[in-house]
């Protein structure tokens, strides 16, 4: 069974939420960039939230036949990101969050409504 790209970004905020993620924000990239479908971007307030919230989602795509092509600087836990084929999922330290402030690179994109 294939996931929706749609379905996959709901899968992922949900975890995200159920771990206490904050500030939630869907970014839908379709006819402005190849690399991606959708972004989801969100931080927690400490490296250890950081990686629960990662751990989250991977946990959730995969129960859910989904499948987690790689996840980058979960060591750190300052910027992890979670490749899901057409979502790709950015969890942030707070602080790297207010750095990068990576919604301002792509502010074409139309944020997303999730439930």
Known sequence: MTIKPNELLQLAVNAADDK???NIVALDLRGI???ADYFMIC???SDTQVQAIVTGIRKEVMEKG???KGIEG???ARWV???LGDVIVHVFHRDEREY???ERLWSDAKVVETV
Do not use: P, T
């Open 81 to 83: 990101l979670i490749d």
């Open 43 to 45: 931080h927690g307030n």
């Open 74 to 76: 979960m060591d750190s």
């Open 100 to 102: 990068y402030n990576i």
């Open 20 to 22: 206490k993620a904050m």
């Open 33 to 35: 960039s190849l690399v």
């Open 66 to 68: 989904g499948i987690v």
